[in-house]
């Protein structure tokens, strides 16, 4: 399978708790972004990074939040101090951007759905 | 005011019916403009692009108005299998965030 790959795809924990969720790009891909979608809405934006560069974050992304893409591939989200309002399906997407690349759409991996007890 | 609007749904039709769905946007410097389908608990998954000139693939035809900042989506003879919500989704610029509406959500029935 050569999509977009998140892990894991359930995450169950305690208020309080820290979680940190990976997503693995399509291996081509430049850009890989983050969204967060809740229950009867579409997905929100979070961030995205260009290649290891995170080049914009959303005003949802509270200090609590932190995304790395340390060698441009792969990603992680961490979130501190979980929240009952944390609770959410997080979506990856990646694209590849550029050039004759100008207008790809984005691929979104399964999901990670957190649940905050 | 979100900065895209769908109707809220839901839509219940028969198979064979035809249905539209409508999307306005508010940014009038949006350069893309996307048609994605979300089953149940799944990922969204790109259904189509949309052109100033309109674009169809098989039973799907997209328009896009400008000057109205609308969005439609026309889906022809319907099926059981296209039950899902479809979400209208706006790029500011390629390569950046997508901005996605609320989503519309259609069942067909046999």
């Known amino acids: 399978d050569t999509g977009v790959s998140q892990d894991p795809r359930h995450k169950i924990t305690k208020r309080g708790q820290n979680v940190t969720f990976r997503c693995d790009p399509i291996?081509?891909?430049?850009?890989l972004y983050w969204y967060r979608q809740t229950l009867g809405q579409g997905p929100e934006f979070l961030t995205y990074?260009?290649?290891?560069?995170?080049?914009?974050k959303s005003r949802l992304l509270s200090d609590r939040f932190s995304a790395e893409r340390p060698k441009g591939s792969f990603s992680t989200l961490e979130i501190q101090r979980t929240e009952q309002g944390d609770s959410a399906m997080y979506l990856c997407a990646s694209s590849l951007t550029g050039g004759e690349y100008s207008n790809q759409p984005q691929h979104f991996g399964d999901g990670t759905r957190l649940s905050i007890l | 005011r979100k900065e895209v609007e769908q109707d809220p749904g839901p839509f219940n039709v028969p198979e064979g019916a035809t249905v539209a769905f409508n999307c306005t946007y508010s940014?009038?410097?949006?350069?893309?403009f996307f048609w994605y389908r979300q089953d149940c608990r799944k990922e969204p998954k790109l259904l189509m692009s949309?052109?100033?000139s309109g674009n169809e693939d098989g039973r799907f035809t997209a328009q896009l108005n400008r000057a109205s900042q609308y969005i439609s989506l026309l889906i022809r003879d319907s099926k059981l299998s296209d039950s899902a919500t479809y979400l209208c989704?706006?790029?500011?610029?390629?390569?950046?965030?997508?901005?996605f509406g609320k989503g519309t959500t259609l069942s067909v029935s046999s």
């Open positions: 949309v052109y100033s």
């Open positions: 990074f260009q290649n290891e560069a995170q080049l914009e």
């Open positions: 989704v706006v790029n500011r610029q390629a390569g950046t965030a997508l901005i």
């Open positions: 291996s081509e891909h430049n850009r």
């Open positions: 940014n009038s410097a949006s350069q893309s």
